[in-house]
């Protein structure tokens, strides 16, 4: 889910979900209410990872997706808890 269709659904949740209203005026003032609210505590985005520990995990992810299906299934198998050696 992108970060704009988060805030959309917190918006749902949080402003539109049980009002009732009785004009597309009042509609709009609470979705300018909430905006006012969500504005008022925004904060940066932080990167938690280097660009080098992100690049590390999608080769490794790429990598695995280009792996032949059998292996991969054989290796989910062998990993799984309840799987007992044959």
Same mark, same amino acid.
């Given at each position: 889910m992108?970060?704009?269709?988060?805030?959309l659904?917190?918006?749902?949740?949080?402003?539109?979900? @049980?009002?009732?209203?009785?004009?597309? #005026?009042? /509609?709009? +003032?609470?979705?300018? $209410?909430?905006? =006012?609210?969500?504005?008022?505590?925004?904060?940066?985005?932080?990167?938690?990872?280097?660009?080098?520990?992100?690049? @590390?995990?999608?080769?490794?992810?790429? #990598?695995? /997706?280009? +792996?032949?299906?059998? $292996?991969?299934? =054989?290796?989910?198998?062998?990993?799984?808890?309840?799987?007992?050696?044959?």
């Amino acid at each position: 889910m992108n970060m704009v269709e988060s805030w959309l659904g917190h918006l749902q949740r949080k402003a539109l979900a @049980r009002g009732s209203f009785r004009s597309v #005026a009042e /509609l709009r +003032a609470a979705i300018n $209410d909430y905006v =006012e609210v969500s504005n008022g505590r925004a904060k940066p985005w932080i990167w938690t990872k280097s660009a080098g520990e992100i690049l @590390r995990k999608v080769r490794k992810i790429r #990598a695995r /997706l280009q +792996a032949p299906l059998a $292996d991969r299934l =054989e290796s989910r198998i062998i990993g799984h808890p309840l799987a007992t050696p044959h």
